[in-house]
């Protein structure tokens, strides 16, 4: 995925990519891939406030409550 990352030159559309791969990996039942590309996500959109709630939810799945309180107060 870094691979196909570094084809991108814009920030924003690497961050859109994340997202959507965290999308597809939460729908496929793999929280903890689908928190991980949400971490790369967020961090290239800090300002995204859908992806910190979807954060909240993949963490609240895996049963990490606090770490997902965290995120849905963000």
């Known amino acids: 995925?870094?691979?196909?990352?570094?084809?991108?030159?814009?920030?924003?559309?690497?961050?859109?990519?994340?997202?959507?791969?965290?999308?597809?990996?939460d729908r496929m039942g793999d929280?903890?891939?689908?928190?991980?590309?949400?971490?790369e996500g967020l961090h290239l959109t800090p300002n995204y406030?859908?992806?910190?709630?979807r954060m909240g939810q993949s963490l609240e799945k895996l049963h990490r409550y606090k770490d997902a309180l965290g995120f849905y107060k963000k």
Request: aromatic residues 12%; positive net charge.
């Open 49 to 53: 406030v859908r992806g910190y709630y």
């Open 1 to 25: 995925m870094k691979r196909a990352a570094s084809m991108l030159p814009d920030p924003a559309d690497k961050a859109r990519m994340y997202l959507a791969l965290a999308d597809v990996y």
């Open 31 to 39: 929280y903890q891939a689908a928190v991980s590309a949400r971490v």
